[in-house]
Every structure is written in structure tokens, then in C-alpha cells.
């Protein structure tokens, strides 16, 4: 889809208010627990111009014009860009911001766009006017209802003709007239016509000059979306003129026979494919002159002749205005010249005039030829090139300075020739063909396992070819033949084979299965093919080499082995059947002879790990088995220490998504495909997110978002909301040890997105190291609550780190720490609550609510001065009469949780639990992230506690009666509130 980006460079409105704004663009909010939710698409004014693909960066900026902040960016190879519906370009994002103390509630967000390597931005035009607001409040525009963003594009361009001179540039921006005045100019988007490489160069807007030319076009281009067409919007001519500056040598040195005329003025006047000199620039159309060194080796006065063997020197030069110009430092070309070759002859020791040389498959047959090569005259030089002259029979050598290797043979027997071309200009007409015959005779020869196994009741041929297939040979072309033999008249199989595969097998004994003896035999194979190595012609220099192998063969009256077979329940895959199937079917044995076991591969030492039914202390060929914790397993069935069958399969993870919103984390096996991110989270899903990418189920799309391009890693929390609960399994990796895997989070500054990695429940006080752990950190649980590092300990309402569970971490630090656990999980030990136990239920007491309504929450750390035993109190946090979360005292602070929306606005009841009392609380906040800490607490007081009396923390020492608030004498020790007489007659309201 990311293909229909197409031309984006031509997008074009006024900056206007937004002109400050042309800075580097970089995320300014970094750790945010809060972010806006935005899909949206990009819309064309002028829809004679397409998009350009690869060549735009958007921004998102939150604040009123003057005091924008840039919240996000990105570019067109971003997950969350897609295009789809004949190339609308759509775009999903997640916008960061704060709601609370430090409120972006309200907020304008605007939109800009900014084209690759230019210094131009423009605002986009929103169909909705955008606002600041939380995830939880839901997205602006869905995939297949977004907001529109707009923006206008040039309509015409023109370009003016100009020259330019080599070495030279000229900025291409400037030759442009567009209309609308003060449009962009594309970038990167110009073709060069009529010239060849090198001629002219274009970098971005800078066109260069390099050589001569005359007449060249430029054309200012773009793309039509789904098309190879390329439409021109104006084009113009160019011209560049220029004459080298330099010669070069290109050939240092170079051999020419004596009395060669032709080829030496070839390779003078440049016309071999080797070139002797080259002009800089490469395509310059100056002459060249040249200076020869010594007139005794070579004449110029009918051409270019060497007249002399020995060597010289030449060297081309220029004139550059009008100076000679040669080679720099002072280069020259050498000429050797030398005698002839007059003849070249292949002598073999056959008497035949002509021979097919032999060879076989792998051999090196460079140096056997090159014996046999003879070349006249002795000074002529001996050198000389082997190359293959039909170059469709090249495959059939690889040939290399003094090797020859012969790689394969032709299918049908055939003769390949090689060519011996002595080294000279005019050794040419002495070349001669070399005709070889390649085998491809196997050479190589290997066993297979030793102790194969047969049993009496086998048939021969069985027996036969169980044997022969316990040798590997190599290559598999001519032959091979192999014989193999044992002690004893009860085996003698001999195995032929002709060109091309295998041959049939020839027994000498009959059916030889029904005579074999049970027990351990030894037989040896034994390959034979030519050895081709001291062949020169002579056929009868041809002998045999062999290679030999030996292994034992077993016989056995009784089974082989058992297959088997796991077959996981359908509706629960933790849960199946094995199955043992005898090898073979006939086989005669006593199950109760064998013994089956369960290998734990997955390092689960001491856990429990799977139960069977019936138990596998059990002889039988059926077991049911339910497993308790994923992994890969091996069933092995064994007699004695001897294997007689494994099979290794796996149990998957069970992840149970409640209905509404929570936080997870993946707790086994990633999700790396479109088509699993799918089927893990079913279609009961509304939406879900990472910190950074998305995914929605789209009434007339189905599910899409940004997260089918990506993996959700092991540990990585996400947040989902579901329309009813389900249930998925996840499978790891070969070889996953999931209990080694411990806990490693990485927090940068501010607030992070965590997930549990473990498949267990376990205490923060037990989990947690203190490695990365700094005064004032913060865990926020979806419903269980938070903790806080108070410098020594945590503290809080949040006990546990659950499986599968997600989490928001406060790093109050300028720097990234990582939080660790003490362990392992291994280490850390089997919890109590498995990953499949996940599914929860709203809370219910005092204070009901349902957290699963909402994707996040506020939590709060407060005191309360006024009151006395406060652990026999709770706290309910309400909105508008609807109750939201609630809180409990720990260590004389209040920990609450309260689920919304943003912009909220919360208040309290205390409730005595001792008494049954509700008390109104006076103070009320705005929905935000975090409202207090253990060291700066949220004070909390009630007017109620007053009602014109004086309220006491504790009993005064000269209070001398107490009463409940209906006057009735109570008690002084009893709880709740109540009332004092003191000594002088007045009244005090104590709470305890």
C-alpha cells in the first residue's frame, strides 16, 4: 500500500501564523501517560497533480497559535501511514500530551507538512476542528470516517532554456515560473533528456555541466498513482561545451608481435576493446598526439609498425590552449615486442593423432593437458590461456589461473572441447581444441548410522534396500558400483547402477530375510570407479581406486519402534491425546515392556508442568494429557535404555481478554503477522494500542491499524478494549525456557508503558531488585491500585505483579534506568495463579464500580490529618454521583484509584468501616495522571467531623463522659464517632 505515496513534494498552502514554526521538528513530550487519538486523511485540491511518495515529514502541534508545541512527527515510511481506496494516503496517530495539574485539555492541535530537503512548511486544513483530549475519550474520525486534512497544489509550471559550462552549475529553482504565484517547487523531480551518463549531473535543484553537449532536455516530472506513468509539467533545452584537460594512461603496458602493424595501430589510434589512454573529462572530443621514445623499435613512416624485438616506450599527449599536455607524472606506456608463435601442437602418448581426454567429476585436469603442450619457437614464449570455446558447456568447468576443475558431466556422453590459445596477437592461428570426455563416477563413499535394524518378518527386498540406503555416495552420475559383503553365506548383495541412478539390486541367495539370524552383523561397502590421474592418452594407464565403509546391521524378532502422535484438542489446545502406533503394525511385544515418559524442555526444574490420564505409570498405547504451563516437550517411549520412539510438541499460552478496557502484557510468544495479531485478539475487539501504534475494528474495514505491520513483543503492554471476553493461545519460539526470562524495563524519563514478562504472579517486594530502582518511582496497576519507592521501600495499595498484566511506570529522573527483577521466574518460583486464570470481574463492596469502562485512571497519594485508626477506613472517588474508583490507608497514607475521562471533575466519601458512616470530603480535583506522593500528599479534610464542636485526634485527658451522635451514653472506648464532655462543660467531636 505504501507504493500509492506517490509525489507529496508538490503540496503547497500558505504558512501564514504558522511561519515561526520553521525550526527542526523534534517530539518535544517524551513519557507521557495521556495521548489523543487522531485517524485522519490527506486531501488534494488541484487532483490534476498526484502525491509524491518519499518526500514529506508531518507534524502535530499542541497550543494556541504563538505557543504551539511539537508533539509528534513523522514521515511517509511511518507503520501508522497506509494507503488504501485507490491511494487515499490515511493517517493514525497517537498525539502525546498531559491532562490535570499541567492541563493540554482544550487545546488546539494543528497539523503541519514539511517536503524532504527544503526548509518549506505549510499548514494542513482539518475538516474537524482538534482538540486535546485523552485516549479515553474516544478518536477523532474512525479508518473509514476520518477527519480530512487539505491542502492546495501549483496548477502549471514553466522552465526557460539556458547553457551551462562543464564544471559549472546552475540552480534549476531559478529557471521555474509557477502558477499560482508562490506555490512550491518540487523537489527532486526532474528528468534529463538526450544525453548519455556522465554528461551532465543533477543534484537536487543543482544541475552541472561535466562534458559536451548540445540540445539536452529537462523535464519537470511526476508520477500518476497506480500507473508507471510519468506525466512532464514543462521542459526546456541545455547545452554544455567543453574540452579535456588532461590525457591518462589506461594500459601502462602491452605486447605486440614483431613486423604486427595492424594491431599496433589499432591500440595507437584507441580502437582495441582495451583502451590505451583515456581524456578527462571521459567523453572530450580531442585529439590525441603521441611520442614514441625510440624510432628503433617502432617506425611511424607507413603506419605503426614494430620492426624491432625488444622493448620501447610511448605516450599520448594534448594540447590544452595550446601547451602540450602528457600523463601525469610523467607516465608512459611500455611496448615489448616479440617473436611470433609459428606453431602449437597437443601430444599425447596414444598413438591416435586425436584423443578424448578422460576425466572424471572434481578433478584437476590443468596441469595433464599443460604437460602435453608443445609451442614453436622456443622464444616465442611459452605462455597460453585454456578457456572453453562454446560458452553454453562453460558450466561444465571452473577454470582459474593453473587449475582446471571439472564440476559436472553432460547428460548424454558427449565430448567438450577445450581451447589452448598460445599468448601473442597472432597466437590466435595456432589455437588448437582439446576433446574431453567427462564420468561423473562416484568417488565418494559414506554410511549413513551404524546398528540398523531389521526384523525376521521382513520381506528381502526390505532387508536389501535397507542396507543399500544406509550408504550415501557422491556424485550420482555414472556408476556408482558397490559391493557388499559379510561374513558368512547369509548376505551377498551387489548393487549396479548405469548412468543417470540407481540399478536394480541382484541377490544370489534367494529370499534371504526368512534365512537371517537374529542378531549383530558387520557388512562393508565397498565403491569402485577409474582413477583417471596418470591418464595422458593411453587407456591402459587407467586403473581402479576403491573406497570402503563398514557398519553393523542388527536383527531383531521383535518391534521396531512406536509412532507417535499428538493431537491437540481442538476447542483447547493445552489439552489433547498421544497416541502410540507399533512399528510395524504386526509387530509382536508386550506394552508393559516399555516405559513412557515426559522430557521437559523448557527448564520447568521442579514444577509442575502437565498431568496425564491415565498416569504414564500406566502400560497403554493412549494418554490424555492437560498442560499447565506452555513450552515445548518431547514424549519419549523407551525399553531399557534403547529409544523405540520421540515425538516433541508444544503447548500453547492461554491469554483471556476481559470485556472492556484493561492493560496487558503479552506473556509468551510474539505476535508478528498481520493474520495472528487478528486471530489473537478475535472479533471481539473494538481497539487496542501500544505507546506508539494502533489497532481498530473498523465496522466497514474490519481490523487495521498500524500494530498488523509490527510485533507485539513478549513483556510489551498494550491496551485493549473488547465488545465480550476471549480467549486466545500464543505458542513461543523453538527452544523458549520461558521461566529463565526475567524482568528487564526500560524507563526513560517520565512515564512508560511495562508489561509483566512472567507466567506467574508475583510480590513487587519479592520480584523487584533495587538495581534502577530512585526515590519517587511510581507503579500504576489498571484496577489493583499503585506503589511508590518512599527511598527505602514501596509503598502502596499494589501488591502484586500479575501475569499477562500491563503497567504505567513514573520515572521521576532526567535519565533512563532499568528496572530489573531479583531472578529469573525460575529463581522467583511457581505462583499460584496461572496466565489462564485472567478473566476479572468489576469490583463489588462498599464501592462499586466497573474500571473496565474506561482505558485509563488517576491515582492519588493523600493524608488525612483528622483521622484516628484511618486503616478502618476507605475511600470512594466519585463523578457526578457515579462512583469511579476507591482507595484504602497504608501506613497512614490514602492510595486511590479513580477511572475516567479528562476534564473530569472528582470528588470523595469516607467511609468508617467499623460504624457503617459516610462522610463527604471538601476537596475535589480535575481528572489527571498522578495528584500527590509520598512526600507532598494531597491533604484531605470533612466539614462533617465539625458541626460547631471542636474536632480532637484523640480523647483529651479531661473529657469525663461520651456520646454517640443521637446523645445516648456510650463507651469511650468505642469506635466510630463520638462525643466528649470535657471538664469545663463544652462538647468535642473525636473520630476513631
Known amino acids: 500500500m505504501k507504493k500509492l505515496l506517490t509525489l507529496l513534494v508538490f503540496l503547497a498552502t500558505t504558512v501564514g501564523a504558522m511561519a515561526q514554526l520553521n525550526g527542526t521538528w523534534s517530539n518535544t513530550k517524551t513519557g507521557n501517560a495521556s495521548r489523543t487519538v487522531v485517524y485522519a486523511k490527506l486531501s488534494v485540491s488541484n487532483t490534476n497533480y498526484a502525491l509524491y511518495a518519499g518526500k514529506f515529514t508531518i507534524a502535530a502541534f499542541v497550543g494556541e497559535a504563538g505557543q504551539e508545541d511539537c508533539r509528534l512527527v513523522f514521515d511517509d515510511n511511518d507503520a501508522n501511514i497506509k494507503t488504501t481506496n485507490g491511494g487515499v494516503i490515511y493517517l493514525a496517530m497517537q498525539i502525546p500530551g498531559n491532562y490535570g495539574s499541567t492541563d493540554d485539555s482544550g487545546k488546539p492541535i494543528t497539523f503541519m507538512i514539511k517536503t524532504a530537503g527544503t526548509d518549506e512548511i505549510y499548514k494542513l486544513t482539518s475538516s474537524t476542528a482538534i482538540t486535546y483530549r485523552v485516549e479515553g475519550d474516544g478518536a477523532y474520525g474512525t479508518p473509514s470516517d476520518p477527519v480530512v486534512l487539505s491542502v492546495a497544489l501549483p496548477t502549471s509550471y514553466s522552465l526557460s532554456n539556458f547553457d551551462v559550462g562543464v564544471g559549472k552549475t546552475v540552480n534549476i529553482r531559478d529557471k521555474i515560473t509557477v502558477s499560482p504565484e508562490g506555490a512550491a517547487v518540487p523537489q527532486n523531480a526532474w528528468n534529463i533528456g538526450g544525453i548519455s551518463n556522465g554528461e551532465a549531473t543533477l543534484s537536487g535543484d543543482e544541475l552541472t555541466g561535466v562534458s559536451v553537449i548540445s540540445g539536452a532536455t529537462l523535464s519537470m516530472v511526476y508520477q500518476v498513482p497506480n500507473s508507471q506513468d510519468v506525466v512532464t509539467l514543462a521542459s526546456c533545452t541545455f547545452n554544455v561545451v567543453q574540452y579535456a584537460t588532461a590525457v591518462n594512461i589506461a594500459t601502462t603496458s602491452f605486447q605486440v608481435n614483431k613486423g604486427d602493424k595492424d594491431n599496433l595501430t589499432k591500440f595507437m589510434q584507441n580502437k582495441l576493446s582495451t583502451k590505451s589512454y583515456s581524456l578527462d573529462p571521459a567523453n572530450s572530443v580531442n585529439g590525441v598526439e603521441w611520442e614514441i621514445e625510440s624510432s628503433e623499435y617502432i617506425t611511424t613512416m607507413d603506419g605503426w609498425e614494430p620492426i624491432k624485438v625488444g622493448t620501447t616506450r610511448i605516450r599520448p599527449y594534448i594540447y590544452v590552449d595550446g601547451v602540450e599536455t602528457y600523463p601525469a607524472g610523467d607516465a608512459w606506456i611500455t611496448v615489448e615486442i616479440v617473436t611470433p608463435v609459428t606453431s602449437a601442437s597437443l601430444n599425447w602418448d596414444s598413438p591416435s593423432a586425436v584423443v578424448n581426454f578422460k576425466c572424471n567429476v572434481g578433478d584437476d585436469i590443468y596441469n595433464r593437458i599443460a604437460s602435453r603442450v608443445t609451442i614453436l619457437p622456443s622464444d616465442a614464449g611459452q605462455e597460453y590461456t585454456i578457456t572453453v570455446p562454446d560458452a553454453a558447456n562453460s558450466q561444465y568447468f571452473t577454470i582459474s589461473d593453473k587449475s582446471i576443475v571439472v564440476n559436472s558431466a553432460p547428460a548424454t556422453a558427449t565430448s567438450i572441447n577445450l581451447r589452448v590459445t598460445p599468448t601473442g596477437l597472432n597466437g590466435s592461428n595456432f589455437a588448437f581444441d582439446v576433446p574431453v570426455s567427462i564420468d561423473n563416477w562416484a568417488t565418494t563413499l559414506a554410511k549413513v548410522k551404524d546398528g540398523v535394524a531389521f526384523t525376521s518378518t521382513m520381506s528381502a527386498s526390505t532387508v536389501q534396500q535397507g542396507i543399500i540406503n544406509n550408504v550415501t555416495y557422491g556424485p550420482t552420475g555414472t556408476g556408482p558400483n558397490i559391493t557388499f559383503t559379510a561374513p558368512g553365506p547369509w548376505l551377498d548383495l551387489h548393487y549396479y547402477a548405469g548412468v543417470g541412478g540407481r540399478g536394480d539390486i541382484s541377490t544370489e541367495d534367494g529370499d534371504l530375510a526368512l534365512s537371517l539370524d537374529p542378531g549383530e552383523h558387520t557388512v562393508t561397502a565397498t565403491l569402485t570407479y577409474p582413477d583417471y590421474s596418470n591418464y595422458y592418452g593411453d587407456e591402459s594407464t587407467i586403473t581402479n581406486a576403491t573406497k570402503t565403509v563398514t557398519f553393523t546391521v542388527t536383527i531383531s524378532a521383535g518391534l521396531l519402534g512406536f509412532d507417535i502422535t499428538v493431537t491437540p484438542d481442538a476447542t483447547d489446545p493445552t489439552k489433547g491425546t498421544i497416541t502410540l502406533q507399533p512399528n510395524p503394525s504386526s509387530a509382536v511385544y508386550d506394552i508393559s515392556d516399555y516405559t513412557m515418559s515426559l522430557q521437559d524442555d523448557n527448564s520447568y526444574t521442579g514444577w509442575t508442568v502437565m498431568t496425564f490420564s491415565p498416569a504414564l505409570t500406566t502400560a497403554g498405547l493412549t494418554y490424555d494429557y492437560t498442560g499447565a504451563l506452555p513450552g515445548k516437550y518431547t514424549f519419549n517411549v523407551k525399553k531399557g535404555d534403547a529409544s523405540f520412539g520421540t515425538k516433541q510438541f508444544s503447548v500453547p499460552a492461554v491469554v483471556s481478554l476481559a470485556s472492556g478496557w484493561q492493560w496487558k502484557s503479552n506473556p509468551f510468544g510474539a505476535i508478528s503477522t498481520a493474520d495472528a495479531m487478528k486471530t489473537f485478539f478475535t472479533t471481539n475487539l473494538v481497539e487496542a494500542r501500544t505507546y506508539t501504534q494502533l489497532l481498530f ?296
Open 697 to 992: 475494528n473498523d465496522p466497514s474495514w474490519g481490523i487495521v491499524g498500524s500494530m498488523l505491520d509490527n510485533t507485539l513483543a513478549e513483556g510489551q503492554m498494550y491496551k485493549a478494549k473488547m465488545s465480550a471476553a476471549a480467549t486466545s493461545y500464543l505458542e513461543g519460539a523453538d527452544g523458549e525456557t520461558p521461566i529463565t526470562k526475567t524482568l528487564q524495563w526500560q524507563l526513560q524519563p517520565g512515564w512508560n508503558w511495562v508489561g509483566s514478562p512472567f507466567l506467574y504472579n508475583h510480590r513487587f517486594s519479592t520480584a523487584l531488585s533495587s538495581t534502577g530502582v530512585v526515590n519517587g518511582m511510581i507503579i500504576v496497576s489498571k484496577a489493583d491500585g499503585s506503589i511508590e519507592y518512599n527511598g527505602t521501600a514501596w509503598e502502596g495499595s499494589l501488591s502484586l505483579l500479575k501475569a499477562g498484566e500491563g503497567y504505567l511506570v513514573y520515572n521521576p529522573g532526567t535519565s533512563a534506568v532499568t528496572l530489573t527483577s531479583t531472578g529469573n521466574e525460575g529463581a522467583l518460583g511457581q505462583g499460584n495463579e496461572s496466565a489462564s486464570a485472567r478473566n476479572r470481574a468489576p469490583m463489588t463492596g462498599v464501592w462499586e464500580y466497573d474500571h473496565s469502562r474506561f482505558a485509563s485512571n488517576m491515582t492519588i497519594v493523600a493524608e488525612m490529618p483528622q483521622l484516628e485508626d484511618a486503616d478502618h477506613y476507605t475511600i470512594g472517588a466519585f463523578v457526578d454521583g457515579e462512583c469511579r474508583g476507591e482507595g484504602s490507608f497504608i501506613n497512614g497514607h490514602a492510595f486511590i484509584t479513580v477511572h475516567g475521562e479528562s476534564g473530569e471533575q472528582v470528588n470523595f466519601r469516607l467511609y468508617n468501616e467499623m460504624t457503617g458512616e459516610y462522610f463527604d470530603i471538601d476537596q475535589t480535583v480535575k481528572s489527571q495522571t498522578r495528584v500527590g506522593s509520598l512526600s507532598n500528599p494531597m491533604t484531605m479534610t470533612s466539614h462533617e467531623f465539625a458541626t460547631g464542636i471542636s474536632v480532637v485526634r484523640q480523647e483529651n485527658a479531661g473529657a469525663t463522659e461520651s456520646y454517640d451522635l443521637s446523645g445516648r451514653k456510650v463507651d469511650g472506648s468505642s469506635k466510630g464517632v463520638s462525643l466528649k464532655r470535657m471538664a469545663d462543660g463544652t462538647f468535642r467531636k473525636v473520630m476513631k
